[in-house]
Antibody, heavy 120, light 106 residues
Framework: QVQLQESGPGLVKPSETLSLTCIVSGYSISSDYYWAWIRQPPGKGLEWIGTFYHSGNTYYSPSLESRVTISGDTSKNRFSLKLTSVTAADTAMYYC?????????????WGQGTLVTVSS | EIVMTQSPATLSVSPGERATLSCRASQSISSHLAWYQHNPGQAPRLLIFDASTRATGIPARFSGSGSGTEFTLTISSLQSEDFAVYYCQQYNSRRTFGQGTKVEIK
């Protein structure tokens, strides 16, 4: 059973960089899954941020591409999200996910999510 | 961008009754639709993909139907653990989600 757990600061100051990590258990991130980040601002819908594959391929939402980096650490079986120059609009619940079918399909597994607030 | 519209926003149902949730796409998405269940504080769970295929371990009381622009998730007999928020998601063109339907106890 694949399990994912997000971790990182719950509070980030405006203009700084948001950094989150997702620890994966029950499956190797070097295998054939695609690993992604999704977020949900309070009272709003779910938004795909980007996807990482162990080959090094990454896929990002066009609306966030200039500020996002997703990378993996196979030695620790985890992957990370960095979002630069954050504003209050980046306040959201952030989820990490795993997809078996491809980078642009559905999401088989999700973490519980971590709330990140952008505020001074 | 394909807009996904779910209805109703809230559905009040008694345990043991049937629940029918709708999801409409702003343009045809073939059968490229998934449904998720989310209980607050827990990880969202994939229920259905390809509009009607149950994910691994999902009980048979969950069923999905539809194609094109109109889709339905049916829960045949609601159990206590089924009271949650349900989201649809299209993956025909990029990926977008509906706003969710909350299924609450009547």
């Amino acid at each position: 059973q694949v399990q994912l757990q997000e971790s990182g600061p719950g509070l980030v100051k405006p203009s700084e960089t948001l950094s989150l990590t997702c620890i994966v258990s029950g499956y190797s991130i070097s295998s054939d899954y695609y690993w992604a980040w999704i977020r949900q601002p309070p009272g709003k819908g779910l938004e795909w941020i980007g996807t990482f594959y162990h080959s090094g391929n990454t896929y990002y939402s066009p609306s966030l591409e200039s500020r996002v980096t997703i990378s993996g650490d196979t030695s620790k079986n985890r992957f990370s999200l960095k979002l630069t120059s954050v504003t209050a609009a980046d306040t959201a619940m952030y989820y990490c996910t795993g997809s078996s079918s491809g980078w642009d399909y559905y999401f088989d597994y999700w973490g519980q999510g971590t709330l990140v607030t952008v505020s001074s | 961008e394909i807009v996904m519209t779910q209805s109703p926003a809230t559905l009040s149902v008694s345990p043991g009754e049937r629940a029918t949730l709708s999801c409409r796409a702003s343009q045809s998405i073939s059968s490229h639709l998934a449904w998720y269940q989310h209980n607050p504080g827990q990880a969202p769970r994939l229920l259905i993909f390809d509009a009607s295929t149950r994910a691994t371990g999902i009980p048979a009381r969950f069923s999905g139907s539809g194609s094109g622009t109109e889709f339905t998730l049916t829960i045949s007999s609601l159990q206590s653990e089924d009271f949650a928020v349900y989201y649809c998601q299209q993956y025909n063109s990029r990926r977008t989600f509906g706003q969710g339907t909350k299924v609450e106890i009547k």
